[in-house]
């Protein structure tokens, strides 16, 4: 994969860096908060080599990518050092909804801090499975310093998610972790822990709840949330020759305030208020919540909400100090989607498609689904539906033996360890034979309902919205539905607006696209017959054995020469494959004499199809992909 061109083609066709107002990435996806959802060209991005498909959901213009993600954000990075800064046009009005803008937000607070949660998680695990194999005395100074090594990254939780927050909210990250370390500060967490009965903690007369911080998720992401409005205010009422200072000691002294004296106890209350309503649930009914997630997360991950569920597992574990309801059932629904893509790789006869779903299948298995439900289950449906069906009855084995996450990860077979606590291993038994009832239902179910497409469902399931278009190989060439145009000269593709002849820049004689000629052979980019040569021999009509009628016009007003500096390969009537040489020119001879060598190549009946996709906007060779046009 070519990442820096990759990087380029998606910085291009999502409207330009002027277009980004940030961007991050999770395991498989570039996430994009764009200020003009309607510029992407989001079919280019779909049809593009390295893009596994595009959604735009929840607030977020996402490029699936893969497992390659992190190599295309930092070529983005390198080429647009500035993205996702600041700038005037920051300041234009989000028309997103409301519930839209909290996933974003959610997401982008919690996507960069789950590798040190991961992290810490599993060596909380190691340091289980050593306890309970004996190797390690739970009194002991080894015990106790990777147990602290492993509770650095929740108990300092604050300080973590406000530095992401600061980065979402636009607040000085340094203030907004100095927020973070005013709650976790070692003297407060004294007063706090050393207060009588009756007695209280007051700030000029204002009360201050007695509560400690450590490991807390909400009270640092409002505290701010509400420094992001403060510090605006505070670089206004500044004098400029004092703002150095003033502006973070008015920042500090009014956040810090706040958040000890009402927004630390109000988040504090809701993150009491969660967890009260997850423990009555799951009292109520405990394998209901395990159940639907494990059902629906294909639904949820397919739109981009999934990361929505991630802070209630994370503020499950920090109150409780583990997690039942949100990650076994994503456990559940990963390893079920892993698993019905791997049936559809053993019963294909499609070699394509088995070493789609083979792979698909195995990276779903360790927890990363996107290529699976991209690239096969969305794709034929019923892998899809087998998954639903394996995830919920996981789930629903997980969620009657409350089966206790305390780590986290990215839910899989590799993360089971994140379900060694409490010093025993039943619930991590207990996740492994949830994990397998997933396996094998989802797998049995696809298995059985799964049945190869034919060419055409295939290629129109591909063309559709959020699924994955393979461009590795030559797809549906002369089919009905789908057909490709290849490229007919060596040169630089530009869009027809540019070419100055308004029969072809205002698209009237068809759809299509141009090219500047670097050499002078025209070849044939379909299968088909000649169906119009002329006496000038400056153009030539094809039609392919499909019936898309083209004509590539080589120059403008070239008609003129009456074939001077032109020579024809092919007859009118003549069969003809791709790669066929159809014309010569003579290049430098036709721009001396001041003509306009430019070549449109034009879709005459351009109305007999439903769309008419350009697949690229730079150089190319003869025989690369340049048009796809679709019934």
Same mark, same amino acid.
């Given at each position: 994969?070519?990442?820096?061109?990759l990087?380029?083609t998606?910085?291009?066709n999502?409207?330009?860096?002027?277009?980004?107002?940030n961007?991050?990435?999770?395991?498989t996806?570039?996430?994009?908060?764009?200020?003009?959802?309607?510029?992407p060209?989001?079919?280019?991005?779909?049809?593009?080599p390295?893009?596994?498909?595009?959604?735009?959901?929840g607030g977020?213009?996402?490029?699936?990518?893969g497992?390659d993600?992190?190599s295309v954000?930092?070529?983005?990075a390198k080429?647009?050092?500035?993205?996702g800064?600041?700038n005037?046009?920051?300041?234009k009005?989000?028309d997103?909804?409301a519930?839209?803008k909290?996933?974003?937000?959610?997401?982008?607070?919690f996507?960069p801090?789950?590798?040190?949660?991961?992290?810490?998680?599993?060596?909380k695990?190691?340091?289980?499975?050593?306890?309970?194999?004996?190797?390690?005395?739970?009194?002991?100074q080894?015990y106790q310093?990777?147990?602290?090594?492993?509770?650095?990254?929740?108990?300092?939780?604050?300080?973590?998610?406000a530095?992401?927050?600061?980065?979402?909210?636009?607040?000085?990250?340094?203030l907004?972790?100095m927020i #973070?370390g005013?709650l976790?500060?070692?003297?407060?967490?004294t007063?706090?822990?050393?207060?009588?009965?009756?007695?209280?903690?007051?700030?000029?007369?204002?009360p201050?709840s007695a509560?400690t911080?450590?490991?807390?998720?909400?009270p640092?992401?409002l505290?701010?949330?509400?420094?992001?409005y403060i510090?605006?205010?505070?670089?206004? %009422?500044?004098?400029k020759?004092i703002k150095?200072?003033?502006?973070p000691?008015?920042?500090i002294?009014?956040?810090g305030?706040?958040?000890?004296v009402?927004?630390?106890?109000?988040?504090?209350y809701?993150?009491?208020?969660?967890?009260?309503?997850?423990?009555?649930l799951?009292?109520?009914?405990?394998?209901?919540v395990?159940l639907?997630?494990?059902?629906?997360s294909?639904?949820?991950v397919?739109?981009?909400t999934?990361?929505?569920?991630v802070?209630?597992?994370?503020n499950?574990r920090?109150?409780n100090g583990?997690?039942?309801?949100?990650?076994?059932?994503m456990?559940?629904?990963?390893v079920?989607q892993?698993?019905?893509?791997?049936?559809?790789?053993?019963?294909?006869?499609?070699?394509?498609?088995k070493?789609?779903?083979?792979?698909?299948?195995?990276?779903?298995?360790?927890?990363i689904t996107?290529?699976?439900?991209?690239?096969?289950?969305?794709r034929y449906?019923?892998?899809?539906?087998?998954?639903? %069906?394996?995830?919920?009855?996981?789930?629903?084995?997980?969620? &009657?033996?409350?089966?206790r996450?305390f780590?986290?990860?990215s839910?899989?077979?590799?993360?089971l360890?994140?379900?060694i606590?409490?010093d025993t291993?039943?619930h991590?038994t207990?996740?492994i034979? #949830?994990a397998a009832?997933?396996i094998?239902?989802?797998?049995?179910v696809?298995?059985?309902l799964?049945?190869d497409p034919?060419k055409?469902e295939?290629a129109?399931?591909?063309?559709?919205?959020?699924?994955?278009t393979?461009?590795?190989?030559?797809?549906?060439?002369g089919?009905a539905?789908?057909?490709?145009?290849?490229?007919?000269?060596?040169?630089?593709?530009v869009?027809?607006a540019?070419?100055?002849?308004?029969?072809?820049?205002?698209e009237?004689?068809?759809?299509?696209v141009?090219i500047?000629?670097?050499d002078?052979?025209?070849?044939?980019p379909?299968?088909g017959?000649?169906?119009?040569?002329?006496?000038?021999?400056h153009?030539?009509?094809?039609?392919?054995?499909?019936?898309?009628?083209?004509l590539?016009?080589?120059?403008i007003?070239?008609?003129?020469?009456?074939?001077?500096?032109y020579?024809?390969?092919?007859?009118?009537?003549?069969k003809?494959?791709? /790669?066929?040489k159809?014309?010569?020119?003579d290049?430098?001879?036709i721009a001396?004499? /001041?003509?306009?060598?430019i070549t449109?190549i034009? &879709?005459?009946?351009?109305?007999?199809?439903?769309d008419?996709?350009?697949?690229?906007?730079?150089?190319?060779?003869? #025989?690369?992909?340049?048009?796809?046009a679709?019934?």
């Amino acid at each position: 994969m070519n990442y820096p061109e990759l990087a380029k083609t998606i910085l291009e066709n999502v409207g330009g860096e002027k277009n980004i107002n940030n961007v991050g990435h999770c395991a498989t996806r570039l996430r994009f908060n764009l200020k003009n959802n309607d510029l992407p060209n989001t079919e280019q991005l779909k049809n593009t080599p390295g893009i596994m498909g595009v959604v735009s959901k929840g607030g977020q213009y996402q490029v699936i990518i893969g497992s390659d993600v992190g190599s295309v954000y930092k070529e983005m990075a390198k080429q647009a050092p500035e993205l996702g800064g600041n700038n005037d046009e920051d300041d234009k009005k989000d028309d997103r909804k409301a519930v839209a803008k909290v996933i974003d937000t959610i997401t982008g607070i919690f996507t960069p801090i789950l590798p040190a949660i991961t992290a810490a998680g599993m060596l909380k695990a190691v340091l289980s499975l050593l306890v309970v194999f004996e190797l390690v005395n739970n009194e002991s100074q080894t015990y106790q310093v990777v147990n602290f090594m492993a509770d650095s990254a929740f108990y300092f939780l604050p300080i973590l998610l406000a530095a992401s927050s600061a980065q979402k909210f636009k607040a000085n990250m340094f203030l907004a972790m100095m927020i #973070g370390g005013i709650l976790l500060h070692p003297n407060f967490v004294t007063m706090v822990n050393s207060l009588e009965a009756g007695d209280g903690i007051s700030l000029f007369g204002l009360p201050i709840s007695a509560v400690t911080y450590g490991s807390s998720v909400i009270p640092i992401i409002l505290s701010v949330w509400f420094m992001s409005y403060i510090e605006p205010i505070a670089d206004r %009422i500044s004098p400029k020759a004092i703002k150095f200072f003033s502006k973070p000691l008015i920042t500090i002294a009014i956040v810090g305030t706040f958040a000890l004296v009402v927004i630390g106890p109000l988040g504090h209350y809701i993150s009491e208020l969660i967890s009260s309503g997850i423990t009555a649930l799951e009292n109520f009914s405990p394998w209901l919540v395990p159940l639907i997630i494990g059902a629906l997360s294909p639904l949820f991950v397919a739109t981009g909400t999934h990361y929505g569920l991630v802070p209630i597992g994370i503020n499950n574990r920090m109150v409780n100090g583990y997690d039942t309801v949100i990650y076994p059932g994503m456990l559940a629904s990963n390893v079920g989607q892993g698993a019905a893509a791997l049936a559809v790789s053993f019963k294909s006869k499609d070699s394509t498609i088995k070493q789609l779903a083979s792979t698909a299948g195995l990276t779903g298995l360790f927890g990363i689904t996107e290529p699976a439900l991209y690239g096969v289950n969305l794709r034929y449906k019923t892998p899809l539906y087998a998954a639903m %069906i394996g995830g919920g009855v996981g789930g629903l084995f997980m969620g &009657i033996f409350r089966v206790r996450n305390f780590a986290g990860g990215s839910p899989g077979i590799l993360t089971l360890p994140s379900y060694i606590g409490d010093d025993t291993l039943s619930h991590f038994t207990f996740a492994i034979i #949830g994990a397998a009832i997933s396996i094998v239902v989802a797998f049995i179910v696809s298995y059985i309902l799964y049945k190869d497409p034919s060419k055409e469902e295939d290629a129109l399931a591909a063309s559709k919205p959020g699924s994955v278009t393979d461009q590795t190989e030559e797809k549906q060439t002369g089919s009905a539905t789908e057909e490709v145009i290849y490229s007919p000269i060596n040169g630089s593709v530009v869009p027809l607006a540019v070419v100055e002849d308004g029969m072809f820049s205002e698209e009237i004689l068809g759809n299509g696209v141009a090219i500047k000629p670097a050499d002078g052979v025209v070849t044939s980019p379909i299968s088909g017959t000649v169906t119009a040569t002329f006496d000038s021999k400056h153009a030539i009509g094809l039609t392919s054995d499909d019936g898309l009628e083209l004509l590539i016009h080589v120059g403008i007003d070239t008609v003129q020469l009456n074939g001077e500096g032109y020579q024809y390969f092919v007859d009118k009537g003549q069969k003809v494959t791709v /790669g066929d040489k159809l014309i010569e020119f003579d290049l430098n001879d036709i721009a001396s004499k /001041g003509y306009k060598t430019i070549t449109p190549i034009v &879709i005459t009946n351009s109305a007999d199809f439903g769309d008419i996709i350009s697949l690229t906007e730079s150089n190319v060779a003869q #025989g690369e992909k340049i048009i796809k046009a679709i019934r």
